[in-house]
């Protein structure tokens, strides 16, 4: 494998994008996270030389798919899982998940509610409780507007963020299935 400085498609190269998404799905393995959870916290994380070149890249693929979600670029995010189907005044007065259906294989979703009579239906609820690092997105994004009225572009943005989390966690489990040794 040669080193190449700009992204190029040919065989047996890789460029400074291909490092960062190899390393950032490493980072994401649930795996990793548990193994070096005390190391996590206090030092710069061990990432681990990959066993082999298709791992390096099936690596490199999930990563880049989970860099790309997470910075709402990815086409996934754009395909809404959740509805928004009660008119209002659109202020976020008072935040609370209830749950609407009983967990299948994906889990439970149910609404997420900004107010009284206003909420975000079909939110799965593992995108509600989900976090990244000592943060649970979902919850802290409206917690932080609190008292303020959402705009259409607002309510886009929150349904892509849980979309984004509810990807992120396919993502993690996908890059958990592929060895990584630690």
């Known amino acids: 494998m040669t080193f190449t400085p700009e992204k190029e498609v040919q065989p047996g190269t890789f460029a400074p994008i291909d490092i ?13 996270r548990e193994k070096y959870k005390e190391f996590l916290k206090i ?21 880049g798919e989970l860099r790309q979600i997470h910075l709402l670029e990815s086409p996934s995010v754009e395909r809404y899982i959740t509805q928004y189907p009660e008119s209002g005044s659109n202020q976020v ?6 749950a609407t259906e009983q967990p299948d294989g ?32 979902a919850q802290k994004w409206l917690k932080d507007r609190k ?23 396919k993502c993690m489990q996908a890059i958990d299935a592929i060895a990584i040794e630690a």
């Not at 007065?93 to 209830?98: P, S």
């Not at 994906?106 to 690092?133: E, H, K, L, M």
């Open 93 to 98: 007065t008072a935040i609370q998940f209830r």
């Open 20 to 32: 960062l998404d190899y390393i950032y799905a490493v980072l994401h393995s649930p795996t990793y």
């Open 147 to 169: 008292g303020r009225t959402l705009d259409y572009t607002d309510i886009l943005h929150y349904q892509k963020i849980i979309v984004a989390l509810t990807e992120t966690h």
């Open 106 to 137: 994906d889990g439970a979703v149910g609404r997420v509610y900004i107010n009284d009579t206003q909420y975000f239906d079909s939110v799965p609820q593992r995108a509600w409780g989900f976090f990244i690092g000592g943060y649970q997105p």
């Open 43 to 63: 030092d710069f994380p061990r990432v681990p030389y990959p066993s082999d070149v298709a791992t390096f890249w099936q690596l490199v693929q999930l990563g």
